[in-house]
């Protein structure tokens, strides 16, 4: 649009001016300078201006993330693994800033795990368990809280 204004301007002062002037050809270098200055000035205002935009959608972005990541790895697992996870970040990114290489860590040895003794899991796998659950409803499949 700015482009457009500057060229119709140009073009009137060509067509509306006396043809004749000496003065008429320094005049018309002045405001294409001029307008091409403001034109200029305009563009990097404008890109300034996107810059600040992006740059405020990605910090909104990231930090309704790092709540929804946070409030979604709360619900699958328990916060003293959390803190775990995140004190070896901590220190993994704070030893790779000092040394400028990564920790070598036996794969085996992982400090995010705790030992319990006696302990017994039990896997187990309920034979038609989706068309049990289709025919029961919820108190009879999961018992009555009382």
Not at 76 to 98: C, M
């Amino acid at each position: 649009m700015a482009l457009f204004v500057s060229v119709f301007d140009i073009m009137t002062l060509i067509l509306i001016t006396d043809v004749g002037s000496d003065m008429l050809w320094r005049r018309i270098l002045s405001d294409v300078i001029y307008l091409a200055c403001i034109n200029g000035l305009g563009i990097y205002f404008r890109y300034m201006n996107e810059i600040v935009i992006r740059r405020s959608f990605l910090d909104r972005r990231d930090c309704i993330m790092s709540t929804f990541r946070e409030q979604l790895m709360s619900s699958i697992i328990p916060n003293n693994i959390i803190d775990k996870v995140k004190q070896n970040y901590i220190e993994t990114t704070k030893y790779f800033l000092t040394n400028k290489k990564y920790i070598r860590k036996n794969p085996f040895d992982n400090s995010l795990l705790d030992e319990h003794n006696d302990v017994t899991i039990l896997f187990a796998d309920i034979v038609h368990y989706t068309e049990m659950t289709i025919k029961l409803n919820i108190s009879d499949l999961f018992g009555n809280p009382q």
